[in-house]
């Protein structure tokens, strides 16, 4: 079936550090990707999409890039700040399939020191 | 605008009680879905809705009910809570058209099940 598989957390960084938090999928069709971050005590918020190969979903200084290639959507930010630190979810719905839900990766939390 | 909205934010049951946790959102999406988020474990989905009068099982339903008589109403029913349920609950809508997917999530029900 299809899946999303990520990094295992935490990830502890300093201020200012290069994040990358890498995620991988499977699927049968041609999914539509996204990044959602859930910060401490909140629901998930979306943070970026793409929705085909090579596209470059950014926001917030987060950037991902579709790699159809290597069926992946790594989360990079160049510069992390105390304010980043949350948990961060991967995940993909297969467009052409009609109302299916989104599938998720298990999150990665994310903690920033300054 | 108010989004996704939940109620009650924070509930103690003790076990074999019952309860009905609300959701509720005005953006006029078809889609609907109740996640349950516990440590290590991600997000995974209990019951979904493509529209009024349908529903259908996530990948953890037993012990859950839903209902769906209205777009805007998508409340998830414990019969006779368990501590197994204690976790954190998230509602969310989908709004999935050719030119847009964003999946929209409430600030969730926190469920202590003694």
């Known amino acids: 079936g299809d899946s999303v598989t990520q990094m295992e957390g935490p990830v502890t960084l300093s201020e200012e550090a290069f994040l990358t938090i890498n995620c991988t999928y499977t699927a049968t069709g041609y999914p539509s990707l996204f990044w959602y971050v859930q910060y401490p005590g909140e629901g998930l918020q979306l943070l970026l999409k793409a929705t085909k190969a090579d596209d470059k979903g950014s926001n917030k200084g987060f950037e991902a890039t579709y790699r159809k290639e290597t069926t992946s959507f790594h989360l990079e930010k160049g510069s992390v700040q105390v304010s980043d630190s949350a948990v961060y979810f991967c995940?993909?719905?297969?467009?052409?399939?009609?109302?299916?839900?989104?599938?998720f990766g298990k999150g990665t939390r994310l903690s920033v020191i300054a | 605008n108010a989004g996704v909205t939940q109620t009650p934010k924070f509930q103690v049951l003790k076990t074999g009680q019952s309860m009905t946790l609300q959701c509720a959102q005005d953006?006029?999406?078809?889609?609907m879905s109740w996640y349950r988020q516990d440590p290590g474990m991600g997000l995974r989905l209990i019951h979904y809705s493509v529209g009024a009068g349908i529903t259908d099982q996530g990948e953890v339903p037993n012990g859950y009910n839903v209902s769906r008589s209205t777009t805007e109403d998508f409340p998830l029913r414990l019969l006779s809570a368990a501590p197994s349920q204690t976790s954190v609950y998230f509602c969310a809508s989908f709004l999935t058209d050719r030119d847009e997917e964003t999946q929209y999530f409430g600030p969730g029900t926190r469920l202590l099940v003694l």
């Open positions: 995940a993909l719905h297969l467009r052409n399939s009609g109302n299916t839900p989104l599938v």
């Open positions: 953006m006029n999406h078809e889609y």
